[in-house]
């Protein structure tokens, strides 16, 4: 007689598997709790136990909330110079934001002119930005300057004033969450204006939840914290606001 063999998908596992062992956790920190009379214990057990397999979630949580409550606008430490009509004179974004080209490997009219409306009401000259395209089956990077308000200079190797800067710096969880920092610096002075950062949060798959609670890759990037940042209210309070 022919046998059949059961098999259960792991996705219909997982609920089950993680609420029994969020029930163990609540059983053992309740038992222990009540039979040594400490309702502190209850709570110590309880975040010990969940911890086993929850810890690096905990932590994220803690992590994006200092950055929300209290790093998202304390990072500016100079007022930046204008003209009389509250524009900066020139700036460079090259590696900090990467401009999509749509036609070719080079800025087309049509993107040239997108890229004016969008940046010559706070910025007087130009725009130093970096674009990339995909080619022939691979990613073609280039860097390309923007004339804005009609200006165009006779000096092309003419510095932009003000540069934003992009670096991956360390953090102390390196396997939890990673950092990228960004500096406005008036290059005429040297002078920092502003920082901003980006925080990400990373993922693995060799943690006990893996092994046991059927968190294959995908839950983990479902239950994934997203990335915090106050690049762009930096950028609007140091460069763009009067």
């Not at 956790?25 to 214990?41: G, N």
């Amino acid at each position: 007689m022919p046998s059949f063999e059961l098999v259960v998908p792991e996705s219909f596992l997982f609920i089950p598997a993680n609420l029994s062992f969020i029930s163990f956790c609540f059983f053992i920190s309740f038992l222990l709790s009540r039979i040594l009379k400490s309702t502190i214990l209850f709570f110590v057990l309880l975040i010990s136990l969940l911890s086993i397999a929850y810890y690096d979630i905990f932590v994220k949580y803690a992590i994006r909330n200092y950055y929300s409550f209290f790093k998202m606008d304390s990072q500016i430490y100079a007022k930046t110079p204008k003209n009389s009509e509250f524009k900066i004179d020139s700036l460079s974004i090259i590696g900090v934001y990467n401009y999509p080209l749509k036609y070719s490997t080079a800025l087309s009219e049509t993107e040239i002119e997108e890229i004016k409306e969008l940046h010559e009401y706070y910025i007087e000259k130009f725009i130093d930005i970096s674009t990339y395209s995909y080619k022939f089956n691979r990613y073609i990077t280039n860097n390309e300057r923007v004339y804005l308000n009609k200006n165009i200079s006779l000096n092309k190797n003419e510095p932009p004033r003000f540069e934003v800067t992009k670096k991956l710096v360390d953090t102390f969880l390196p396997k939890i969450y990673g950092k990228y920092e960004y500096r406005f610096v008036d290059k005429q002075t040297n002078i920092v204006l502003a920082t901003a950062f980006n925080i990400f949060f990373v993922t693995s798959n060799d943690k006990f939840r893996n092994r046991y609670l059927y968190w294959n890759p995908q839950k983990e990037e479902d239950f994934n914290l997203p990335a915090i940042q106050n690049f762009d209210i930096i950028y609007k309070r140091v460069l763009i606001d009067n």
